[in-house]
């Protein structure tokens, strides 16, 4: 164990919309009986991808004692896994094959866009 960043759900807050599934590339969120759960904590990096998309603030990063990460759990774990959904660009489209993707809040919706579009969210 170590002291280190790592994700914290606010279980009375989600809804179990699923949508902080999808941002984390380590696959270490999951819903189980219509909650988000961290699976095992090695496979969570603490970098608070999931964060931005959650409608409810129901999740939080905080610094406490944890399993380090494993780099190598996450290999296996992502690879046993069946491919994540596609995620595109509210905007256009475009997948995060052809651009990256950031995860926005506007309006209270939880959008995706990529780099191309973004500047014309912030400017209009
Ligand atoms: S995005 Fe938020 S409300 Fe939705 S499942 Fe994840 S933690 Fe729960």
Redesign the pocket.
């Known amino acids: 164990m170590i002291r280190r960043k790592i994700v914290k759900?606010?279980e009375e807050?989600?809804?179990?919309?699923?949508?902080?599934?999808i941002p984390c590339a380590e696959g270490a969120?999951e819903?189980i009986d219509g909650?988000?759960k961290v699976l095992k904590e090695e496979l969570c990096d603490g970098a608070g991808f999931?964060l931005a998309?959650?409608?409810?603030?129901?999740?939080s990063i905080e610094e406490r004692e944890a399993p380090a990460f494993d780099e190598e759990a996450v290999a296996k774990h992502v690879s046993s896994k069946p491919a994540a959904h596609e995620i595109n660009c509210f905007s256009c489209g475009c997948g995060e094959g052809e651009r990256p993707l950031l995860a926005v809040r506007s309006k209270g919706e939880?959008l995706w866009v990529c780099t191309r579009c973004l500047p014309k969210l912030i400017h209009g």
Do not use: E, N, Q, R
């Open positions: 759900i606010h807050k989600c809804d179990g919309c699923g949508l902080c599934v969120i819903i909650k988000a999931c998309v959650c409608p409810t603030g129901a999740l939880s």
